[in-house]
């Protein structure tokens, strides 16, 4: 054979990517939303892209993220539409990555006409839970809808509290959702939001803690995809 290519380490690798803020509509004019400028996700889907991979990114609201050579983009408004635009496709994928900022809430009535100002002052805004996408996609894995050898990484924004850290809120996320890897990035104070850098901790199911230095996003998101890559079955 004279091929002498080199192949990419992710060649035709499919992988779907959340990315950005949801918007959760109170009426015609207004919503809820969060300061995600979907530049993690983003960044991912171009370093992927470039090691060969098929990337699909599910887009709710971004800034200053930029648009991706050979990447498909799916925009979503609310988190019930990147849930079933990310159930709709995560079978097809063999990574899925939950780097979107989803609402945990939504109000539980869109008005249909604009909300007037009263003399009264404000109606208070009732909320519902919205479904939690990440671990409805490991449930679906577990009951054979997405198969088995689907990775499903997951990221965790956190500031620390009185309960504790950064890194102990990751660790019992991390528990919870039951995904392959965590990126836990610290938030708050002009960190990870809209900014170009980022840092933090990639947590992994077989129970190692890799700490990730500040660094540009860009650079960031290659560090993820070393650390996803050999977790994929090539079979
Ligand atoms: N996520 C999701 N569906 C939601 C909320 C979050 O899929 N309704 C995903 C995010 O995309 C992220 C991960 O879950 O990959 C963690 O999101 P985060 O907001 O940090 O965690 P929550 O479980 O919502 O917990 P909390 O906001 O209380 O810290
Ligand atoms: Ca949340």
Redesign the pocket.
């Known amino acids: 054979d004279e091929s002498t290519a080199l192949p990419f380490d992710l060649d035709g690798v499919r992988i779907l990517i959340?990315a950005g803020g949801t918007r959760e509509a109170l009426d015609p004019v207004r919503y809820l939303g969060n300061h995600s400028s979907g530049k993690q996700g983003f960044a991912l889907a171009r370093a992927a892209a470039a090691r060969g991979a098929e990337v699909t990114i599910v887009a709710g609201s971004t800034s200053g993220a930029g648009d991706p050579a050979g990447v498909q983009i799916v925009p979503i408004a609310s988190?019930r539409e990147?849930?079933d635009e990310?159930s709709a496709r995560a079978a097809a994928a063999d990574v899925v990555?939950?780097?979107?900022?989803?609402?945990?809430f939504r109000p539980l009535a869109v008005a249909e006409a604009k909300i007037k100002k009263r003399d009264a002052g404000p109606a208070p805004i009732e909320l519902e839970?919205?479904?939690?996408?990440?671990?409805?996609?490991v449930q679906a894995r577990k009951r054979g809808e997405i198969p088995a050898s689907t990775v499903i990484?997951?990221?965790?924004?956190?500031t620390g509290d009185d309960n504790g850290g950064v890194l102990e809120?990751g660790r019992a996320?991390f528990a919870?959702?039951g995904?392959d890897l965590?990126v836990v990035n610290p938030v708050g104070s002009g960190k990870a939001f809209g900014t170009e850098d980022n840092t933090g901790w990639l947590l992994s199911a077989a129970g190692t803690e890799t700490a990730l230095p500040l660094t540009s996003k860009t650079l960031l998101a290659s560090r993820i995809l070393d650390a996803l890559a050999p977790l994929l079955d090539r079979g």
Request: net charge neutral; glycine share 6%; with cysteine.
């Open positions: 959340s988190a990147l849930s990310m990555i939950m780097a979107a900022a989803v609402a945990d839970t919205n479904p939690d996408i990440l671990a409805g996609l990484v997951g990221f965790a924004a956190e809120h996320k919870r959702k995904c965590l």
